[in-house]
T-cell receptor
């Protein structure tokens, strides 16, 4: 199993451009998450999904959109990139909603908006 | 709302010395607690977790953590640190019910001197 994979690893965007961060998991997990990590800060939840076709906002959803058409994929869309979205983005998945459930993380996408 | 505090931003220890990383949480109910490790350029990996039972939990790589309800703490320990333990460590608390969302602390950067 590859686990959770993310592409691209690194991207530079100009202000106002759009892009999609890809996330795929091969563990047949129902739950998937997007976090951002800023320097000196913990991870903040952007969006999450409890299954195909179902998504919900996390703590910092503004400026982002998500969709979940399959169990495996959970892309994150930035429509109008802003410097405040410069960050490292992590995708994660878990097998259920149980609070004890382990989340498995991808290697991250480093995004720089200039 | 729940919160997690990691009071030490940076810690430096000598190889072979013991280690304790502090984590305090604020949460109204019984917490589900996690320690994750992030090596440079990598995603987060679960070290250990607590959700019930024995308050001393063992994890991977020789780490352990003790849940102390009276102190609202979940400190991470290792008797003898190896140079490969240099990384950033995150404490997190999970919500009961509702999608297994995690709240992370700001992290502790561990440096190991040879």
């Amino acid at each position: 199993n590859a686990g959770v994979t993310q592409t691209p690893k690194f991207r530079i965007l100009k202000i106002g451009q759009s892009m999609t961060l890809q996330c795929t998991q091969d563990m047949n997990h129902n739950y998937m998450y997007w976090y951002r990590q800023d320097p000196g800060m913990g991870l903040k939840l952007i969006y999450y999904s409890v299954g195909a076709g179902i998504t919900d906002k996390g703590e910092v959803p503004n400026g982002y959109n998500v969709s979940r058409s399959t169990t495996e994929d959970f892309p994150l869309r930035l429509e109008l990139a802003a410097p405040s979205q410069t960050s490292v983005y992590f995708c994660a998945s878990s097998g259920s909603s149980g609070s004890e459930e382990t989340q498995y993380f991808g290697p991250g996408t480093r995004l720089l908006v200039l | 709302a729940q919160s997690v505090t990691q009071p030490d931003i940076h810690i430096t220890v000598s190889e072979g010395a013991s280690l304790e990383l502090r984590c305090n949480y604020s949460y109204g109910a019984t917490p589900y607690l996690f320690w994750y490790v992030q090596s440079p350029g990598q995603g987060l990996q679960l070290l250990l977790k607590y959700f019930s039972g024995d308050t001393l939990v063992q994890g991977i790589k020789g780490f352990e953590a003790e849940f102390k309800r009276s102190q609202s703490s979940f400190n991470l320990r290792k008797p003898s640190v190896h140079w490969s333990d240099a990384a950033e460590y995150f404490c997190a608390v999970g919500l009961t019910g509702g999608g297994n969302k995690l709240t992370f602390g700001t992290g502790t950067q561990l440096k190991v001197e040879l």
